[in-house]
């Protein structure tokens, strides 16, 4: 933490939350004594001191965005204890709100008599014990303790589910000739079930400041999971820094031990959807059986409903897209040399009788209406010039769908299945593959047009740069061409040619820049007409890599 | 722009070989006297006759090279007033 900052907060901002968690907390209790026994003097109380708490969620705000403005670029530390600051105030601040709309809601209880069948001890119980750990949590950075206040909410959501439904048996039986005010005593209980979710936000910011990601308590948990069946560290001992999100919608992160970040302990956790991460930990005990040491080691593997989460082995190097951006033209080449021998060594190995069918248009057409929500100017009915005809890209894509069909690589391999240039890793030579939940016996062609417009789409537009990536085009199609040739594969410039369309076309769907995706989407229909013009037979086709070229 | 006022557009990329198709539909277009640009809203029909003001132009900048060839002329009728432009681009 920067030093200066560091001293303010401990002069100025640390004084001002505790005040807040006190001050909160005596709102509680009034509120608890005015539901026992409702006073003029606990109203005017609470309702008073609503605007003092109120004054001092804004006297913290003010300072937290001036200390924020004065953070030196990169402590890290300090913006999220920010963060965890603001946070835990906002939630106090609508805690103490709660508490005067429960005072509001007793005005329509005529029958106050009421109110002593009901318990609500249990709930400011719980609420009081969440903000009595809050300090301790947040100034000692105790993950554990902020546990605790996570999980009164989870008490307050039981005590809560049962005070619903004793009020619908009330109200079903007869006994509810109070209707008004059983139905306002459960709108004083929905308050209180909603201080729960206040003291979850406030418990989950300090868990997220102290290991330096956000994160849910759901997330915690699947990672605390993971790391115990792993024999790991303890979940409150590490650090979290992102590494990703993919597009599948999982998350990832890099762990780290908080005492010693950069030690070789480092993990890989990874949490989503259980179908993708299931698939990809099968996928990845194929590539340990096929190609060992090309996928990383899991550690563990956790799931919990429709979620999971898998625990990886850290592997250190640069992504492919790291060594074109950062390391320069030399770097790249020598690292995707590296990738075609893993490739060759793959395809070789792996390698089966048995023709495989990319159905590329098939693909194309079914993200076709992705790429025209986010571009609806794509969209082009068919026109003429003249006697020229000019056909729409959908009319393209019809036209071609017995080729499509018709076409087959004569041998299948094992293939990544998401072969972009961020999900290879090179480290001194040696090359990893991750992000595996697509792999299966397939078209090699399928990896092959997915990493060359994953290498044009790079959006770097420095010339020296554009030339690598130029280069790695041009070299890894003469690569795979070279390959297909003496595999006996004679129709892989047209398949070739159908990949490029497809996935030339679809990464409209992720460019949000109009002229880089239109530039995109009329590339992928200049291949397309280039086919459908075609006379010949299919093996007669051939593609040149200028189509990838700017 | 009154009832009758059309646009017609087409943008893609092309190498020369069916350049030269689209080009000689424009040939053909002005030998006959009448060309024919079709989309789904509608059909112009232009019809150069008489004089034609003619430009070219060509530029080549940072290794951009751009041709723009533009034609056009007054209708004899306030039917339509025709303007045709090519434009070239080679990067």
């Given at each position: 933490?920067?030093?200066?900052?560091?001293?303010?907060?401990?002069?100025?901002?640390?004084?001002?939350?505790?005040?807040?968690?006190?001050?909160?907390?005596?709102?509680?209790?009034?509120?608890?004594?005015?539901?026992?026994?409702?006073?003029?003097?606990?109203?005017?109380?609470?309702?008073?001191?609503?605007?003092?708490?109120?004054?001092?969620?804004?006297?913290?705000?003010?300072?937290?965005?001036?200390?924020?403005?004065?953070?030196?670029?990169?402590?890290?530390?300090?913006?999220?204890?920010?963060?965890?600051?603001?946070?835990?105030?906002?939630?106090?601040?609508?805690?103490?709100?709660?508490?005067?709309?429960?005072?509001?809601?007793?005005?329509?209880?005529?029958?106050?008599?009421?109110?002593?069948?009901?318990?609500?001890?249990?709930?400011?119980?719980?609420?009081?014990?969440?903000?009595?750990?809050?300090?301790?949590?947040?100034?000692?950075?105790?993950?554990?303790?902020?546990?605790?206040?996570?999980?009164?909410?989870?008490?307050?959501?039981?005590?809560?589910?049962?005070?619903?439904?004793?009020?619908?048996?009330?109200?079903?039986?007869?006994?509810?000739?109070?209707?008004?005010?059983?139905?306002?005593?459960?709108?004083?209980?929905?308050?209180?079930?909603?201080?729960?979710?206040?003291?979850?936000?406030?418990?989950?910011?300090?868990?997220?400041?102290?290991?330096?990601?956000?994160?849910?308590?759901?997330?915690?948990?699947?990672?605390?999971?993971?790391?115990?069946?792993?024999?790991?560290?303890?979940?409150?001992?590490?650090?979290?820094?992102?590494?990703?999100?993919?597009?599948?919608?999982?998350?990832?992160?890099?762990?780290?031990?908080?005492?010693?970040?950069?030690?070789?302990?480092?993990?890989?956790?990874?949490?989503?959807?259980?179908?993708?991460?299931?698939?990809?930990?099968?996928?990845?005990?194929?590539?340990?059986?096929?190609?060992?040491?090309?996928?990383?080691?899991?550690?563990?593997?956790?799931?919990?409903?429709?979620?999971?989460?898998?625990?990886?082995?850290?592997?250190?190097?640069?992504?492919?897209?790291?060594?074109?951006?950062?390391?320069?033209?030399?770097?790249?080449?020598?690292?995707?040399?590296?990738?075609?021998?893993?490739?060759?060594?793959?395809?070789?190995?792996?390698?089966?009788?048995?023709p495989?069918s990319p159905?590329f248009m098939?693909?194309?057409?079914?993200?076709?209406?992705?790429?025209?929500?986010?571009?609806?100017?794509?969209?082009?009915?068919?026109?003429?010039?003249?006697?020229v005809d000019?056909k729409?890209?959908?009319e393209l894509v019809h036209a071609l769908a017995d080729l499509d069909e018709e076409l087959a690589a004569p041998?299948?391999?094992?293939?990544?299945?998401?072969?972009?240039?961020?999900?290879?890793?090179?480290?001194?030579?040696?090359?990893?593959?991750?992000?595996?939940?697509?792999?299966?016996?397939?078209d090699?062609v399928?990896?092959?047009s997915?990493?060359?417009?994953?290498?044009?789409?790079?959006?770097?537009?420095?010339?020296?740069?554009?030339?690598?990536?130029?280069?790695?085009?041009?070299?890894?199609f003469?690569?795979s061409r070279?390959?297909a040739h003496?595999a006996g594969d004679s129709t892989f410039d047209a398949r070739l040619a159908l990949g490029l369309a497809?996935?030339?076309?679809?990464?409209?769907?992720?460019?949000?820049?109009?002229?880089?995706?239109?530039?995109?989407?009329?590339?992928s229909q200049y291949l397309l007409e280039q086919l459908a013009r075609h006379k010949g037979k299919p093996e007669e086709f051939r593609l040149s890599p200028e189509v990838?070229?700017? | 722009?009154?009832?009758?006022?059309?646009?017609?557009?087409?943008?893609?990329?092309q190498d020369s070989r069916a350049l030269a198709e689209?080009?000689?539909?424009?040939?053909?277009?002005?030998?006959?006297?009448?060309?024919?640009?079709?989309?789904?809203?509608?059909?112009?029909?232009?019809?150069?006759?008489?004089?034609?003001?003619?430009?070219?132009?060509?530029?080549?900048?940072?290794?951009?090279?751009?041709?723009?060839?533009?034609?056009?002329?007054?209708?004899?009728?306030?039917?339509?007033?025709?303007?045709?432009?090519?434009?070239?681009?080679?990067?």
């Amino acid at each position: 933490m920067t030093k200066a900052v560091m001293m303010k907060v401990s002069d100025g901002l640390d004084e001002n939350i505790r005040f807040l968690i006190y001050e909160v907390k005596k709102q509680v209790v009034r509120t608890r004594s005015f539901l026992q026994q409702p006073t003029e003097k606990l109203h005017d109380s609470v309702l008073s001191k609503d605007d003092y708490i109120d004054n001092l969620k804004s006297i913290i705000e003010r300072k937290c965005f001036t200390l924020a403005s004065q953070v030196e670029p990169g402590d890290q530390v300090t913006v999220d204890l920010l963060k965890a600051f603001d946070v835990i105030t906002v939630n106090l601040e609508r805690i103490s709100d709660f508490c005067e709309n429960i005072i509001d809601q007793t005005e329509h209880i005529v029958e106050k008599e009421l109110m002593k069948e009901f318990s609500f001890g249990p709930y400011f119980e719980q609420v009081v014990f969440g903000l009595d750990h809050i300090e301790r949590a947040l100034f000692s950075r105790q993950v554990p303790t902020a546990l605790k206040i996570c999980r009164a909410e989870d008490t307050l959501d039981q005590l809560y589910g049962r005070s619903f439904h004793d009020i619908i048996r009330r109200l079903k039986t007869g006994e509810g000739e109070n209707v008004e005010a059983l139905i306002t005593l459960l709108f004083i209980f929905r308050y209180l079930e909603r201080m729960g979710d206040s003291l979850l936000n406030i418990g989950e910011a300090i868990i997220s400041a102290c290991m330096g990601e956000r994160i849910k308590i759901s997330r915690f948990t699947a990672l605390e999971d993971s790391l115990d069946a792993a024999d790991l560290q303890d979940a409150a001992d590490v650090a979290l820094r992102p590494v990703g999100e993919t597009k599948s919608g999982c998350r990832i992160s890099r762990v780290s031990e908080r005492s010693s970040p950069d030690t070789e302990k480092n993990v890989i956790f990874k949490e989503g959807r259980l179908h993708k991460l299931d698939d990809e930990r099968r996928s990845i005990e194929r590539w340990h059986q096929l190609m060992p040491g090309v996928a990383p080691q899991i550690h563990s593997f956790h799931s919990q409903g429709d979620n999971g989460s898998i625990l990886f082995e850290y592997l250190p190097g640069k992504t492919f897209e790291e060594l074109t951006l950062q390391g320069g033209a030399e770097a790249a080449s020598r690292g995707l040399r590296s990738i075609c021998d893993t490739v060759t060594e793959l395809w070789e190995k792996t390698r089966k009788e048995d023709p495989a069918s990319p159905r590329f248009m098939k693909q194309l057409r079914s993200r076709l209406h992705d790429v025209y929500d986010l571009h609806p100017e794509f969209r082009k009915q068919a026109s003429s010039i003249g006697d020229v005809d000019l056909k729409s890209f959908e009319e393209l894509v019809h036209a071609l769908a017995d080729l499509d069909e018709e076409l087959a690589a004569p041998f299948s391999v094992f293939i990544h299945g998401d072969f972009n240039v961020d999900n290879v890793i090179l480290n001194n030579g040696a090359v990893h593959f991750i992000d595996l939940h697509r792999s299966k016996m397939a078209d090699y062609v399928q990896d092959v047009s997915v990493f060359l417009v994953s290498n044009h789409r790079l959006q770097v537009f420095d010339a020296p740069v554009r030339r690598t990536i130029h280069r790695t085009i041009a070299t890894f199609f003469e690569f795979s061409r070279g390959f297909a040739h003496r595999a006996g594969d004679s129709t892989f410039d047209a398949r070739l040619a159908l990949g490029l369309a497809r996935s030339l076309a679809t990464s409209g769907r992720f460019v949000l820049d109009p002229g880089f995706a239109k530039s995109m989407f009329l590339r992928s229909q200049y291949l397309l007409e280039q086919l459908a013009r075609h006379k010949g037979k299919p093996e007669e086709f051939r593609l040149s890599p200028e189509v990838l070229f700017d | 722009m009154s009832d009758r006022d059309r646009q017609f557009q087409h943008e893609s990329l092309q190498d020369s070989r069916a350049l030269a198709e689209y080009l000689k539909a424009l040939i053909q277009g002005f030998e006959s006297g009448t060309l024919r640009l079709r989309d789904p809203e509608g059909e112009i029909e232009l019809e150069p006759r008489g004089l034609v003001s003619f430009e070219v132009r060509a530029t080549q900048k940072r290794g951009r090279s751009k041709l723009h060839l533009r034609f056009s002329w007054k209708e004899d009728s306030p039917r339509v007033a025709g303007t045709l432009e090519i434009e070239g681009d080679d990067s």
